[in-house]
């Protein structure tokens, strides 16, 4: 009886699977065949282990889905090519990738969204095999060596090893390596690289027109440009040109070695290798070296802002109350798209300026006059070395003050400061006077001990003896180690009553009188980590956790102690449009107390007189008053 019934169980399996013709994808196989599809959780994985294919999402975006080929002995998970940067889907189970008509292709529900898009006469007998160099590449049966279509010719951000950046003589079109548009979204980017067949050289784009780096020619070891590639090198470079293209392509001289070239978001061209050790990749070096040199880097007008709306149809520079003046920029790399201008001065030149209501800035050398119409992009200040020109840049006449008037301001703003600086030292006199009466009160009463949350509850016996309540909270009995009396008042919940807590702990600290309590401290608990506890709370945590560390980050990197640590603006606007990554900032000597008591911070007041330390704008989520000669009094809030 059971032989019949596990035959009949085999049976009906076998009619499920023919019927249905179910896709299966073998554990660990490299290859899709005619009768197979990926989907899901399903992955290829190349013969030896290096690189695997399969839908992925980017951390923070779980609901954009790619067929990425990605590495599989990188424990940073790390994506080498995408299909469908451009065309996300949002639910991988619903999609499948399969051989349909001699292509490869990406359906999501019988949309086609991605495919090689081939004219192939052969159909059932196409696979797609992932190779362990990183290339996907659609043949015409196993033996065959001869690619229909191959992912090598359509890279994404990674030039890997094996692979080629070419131009195609018969098409005339280029291959390029293009940035993604963010650290998070892999589409399209305003950087790419591509090659210049003539010269030999590989060159960096923005939005495809503005060429702002090159690599120099190739002499036959080296680009001339690239000092480093002689410089303990590892790859071996070969150039390739015939009747239908050119191209360079490189090999590891090193097979163990897992190294790529990427076209960052940053706008610059990284050659990177994989340390295990540190599980991260290792920048051999970027280009152009420095971040500023990239096209557009630091935005319309680069280094200026226009704060006034400049007046049009003034003419002349002699009428100077109410004509648009120029502020001088010396030494400067000027933006491109110029417009030369007949003028045999200086003066001539600003007034064809002023003369055309959308002229932004002019300069004037011995080469000309040169006027610029709308935006100025990639304004760079010029290294010292005599090839910096000086820009004159257009603002409104009310953003330049009369000499009197810029006087009187240096002479306002000298004297305020100076009054500053003599208070606050007024202030720190006074503050240092009454932590020294403090600590004398510390040593000769016992009592003014740091407490915590945790020191509460073994004085109130985990808040077990309740005397009453209030407006927001409880009030418990509590007894210090010294014996004296106290009572507690806890809020209820985190979001109950804070501001009127804080309102009667500073309420109370500032009143002195002999039948009040007085104000002793309080303390803080291809929750240390919750970053919601810094959204207003009306926000109800509806926000992104990665744009949230992001900012948090930023923030942090902004005060930092030495100031050349500080990003600059254009930097911060680039880090929270996730185009710059940001590392864990150092902690600045500001924030050094929290870091190094993280369980609890402490504030006190000075006893001996009627004033106090008014609570810090940080939510304080422990109070505690001292027992006055008529009542003894601690509040507290969890």
């Given at each position: 009886m059971g032989v019949r019934t596990n035959s009949y169980f085999i049976f009906s399996l076998l009619f499920l699977f023919f019927t249905f013709n179910l896709p299966i994808i073998s554990h660990g196989s490299d290859t899709i065949s005619a009768n197979q599809s990926l989907s899901g959780d399903q992955t290829l994985v190349s013969a030896n282990g290096t690189f695997k294919l399969g839908f992925y999402n980017q951390p923070g975006n779980s609901s954009n889905y790619y067929i990425c080929i990605v590495y599989n002995k990188v424990s940073l998970r790390t994506i080498a090519w995408i299909a469908n940067r451009d065309k996300p889907i949002s639910d991988k189970n619903s999609a499948v990738l399969k051989i349909m008509d001699g292509n490869?292709?990406?359906?999501?529900?019988?949309?086609i969204i991605w495919s090689t898009y081939q004219n192939s006469a052969a159909s059932s007998s196409v696979v797609a095999v992932l190779g362990d160099d990183g290339n996907l590449v659609v043949k015409d049966g196993f033996n065959s060596t001869q690619p229909i279509w191959q992912s090598f010719d359509f890279p994404t951000n990674t030039w890997l090893p094996g692979g080629k950046i070419a131009y195609n003589k018969r098409t005339k079109t280029h291959q390029n390596l293009t940035s993604w548009k963010n650290?998070?979204?892999?589409?399209?980017?305003?950087?790419?690289?591509?090659?210049?067949?003539?010269?030999k050289e590989y060159v960096i784009s923005w939005n495809g027109s503005e060429q702002y780096w090159t690599g120099g020619s190739w002499n036959g070891q080296i680009f001339t440009l690239v000092p480093e590639m002689s410089q303990n090198y590892i790859y071996n470079f070969t150039y390739v040109d015939n009747e239908n293209e050119s191209y360079f392509t490189y090999s590891l001289y090193n097979k163990t070695i897992i190294s790529r070239f990427v076209m960052d978001v940053s706008g610059q061209i990284t050659q990177q290798t994989w340390l295990e050790t540190t599980g991260q990749w290792n920048l051999f070096w970027s280009k152009p070296r420095e971040q500023c040199k990239v096209y557009a880097f630091c935005g319309h007008l680069g280094l200026a802002i226009r704060l006034h709306c400049p007046s049009c149809g003034n003419t002349s520079v002699a009428n100077q109350e109410s004509t648009d003046k120029f502020y001088e920029y010396p030494n400067m790399g000027l933006p491109n798209n110029s417009l030369s201008v007949a003028s045999s001065s200086t003066t001539g030149c600003a007034s064809s300026c002023l003369n055309n209501c959308n002229c932004t800035a002019y300069s004037y050398d011995n080469n000309g006059c040169s006027i610029w119409i709308g935006e100025l992009v990639n304004l760079q200040l010029s290294p010292n070395d005599g090839t910096g020109r000086t820009l004159y840049l257009r603002l409104a006449a009310s953003e330049f003050s009369k000499g009197k008037e810029n006087k009187g301001i240096i002479i306002g703003a000298v004297a305020g400061s100076v009054a500053v600086v003599l208070l606050l030292g007024l202030v720190f006199i006074i503050i240092w006077k009454r932590q020294r009466r403090f600590v004398g009160k510390t040593k000769m009463e016992g009592s003014l001990i740091a407490f915590g949350y945790r020191d509460l509850q073994i004085a109130t016996k985990n808040f077990s003896e309740k005397l009453g309540g209030g407006g927001f909270g409880s009030v418990f009995k509590g007894t210090l180690p010294d014996s004296t009396t106290i009572a507690v008042k806890k809020l209820e919940s985190i979001s109950q009553g804070e501001k009127q807590f804080r309102m009667e702990v500073s309420t109370i600290g500032i009143i002195q009188h002999v039948n009040l309590v007085r104000l002793q401290g309080f303390c803080s608990d291809v929750e240390g980590g919750d970053l919601f506890s810094l959204l207003d709370h009306r926000l109800e945590k509806n926000a992104d956790e990665e744009e949230l560390r992001?900012?948090?980050?930023?923030?942090?990197?902004?005060?930092?102690?030495?100031?050349?640590?500080?990003?600059?603006?254009?930097?911060?606007v680039q880090i929270l449009e996730g185009v710059l990554e940001v590392n864990p900032p150092r902690v600045p000597r500001s924030l050094q107390a929290f870091v190094e008591n993280p369980e609890h911070i402490v504030f006190f007041t000075d006893l001996s007189s009627g004033q106090s330390s008014q609570p810090q704008s940080a939510d304080h989520s422990t109070a505690s008053i001292r027992a006055s000669s008529t009542s003894s009094t601690m509040i507290s809030k969890s």
């Open positions: 490869l292709v990406l359906l999501n529900e019988s949309q650290s998070e979204d892999p589409s399209r980017g305003l950087f790419s690289l591509s090659l210049i067949a003539e010269t992001r900012i948090a980050r930023v923030a942090c990197w902004c005060i930092q102690d030495d100031e050349n640590h500080r990003p600059t603006m254009g930097q911060v």
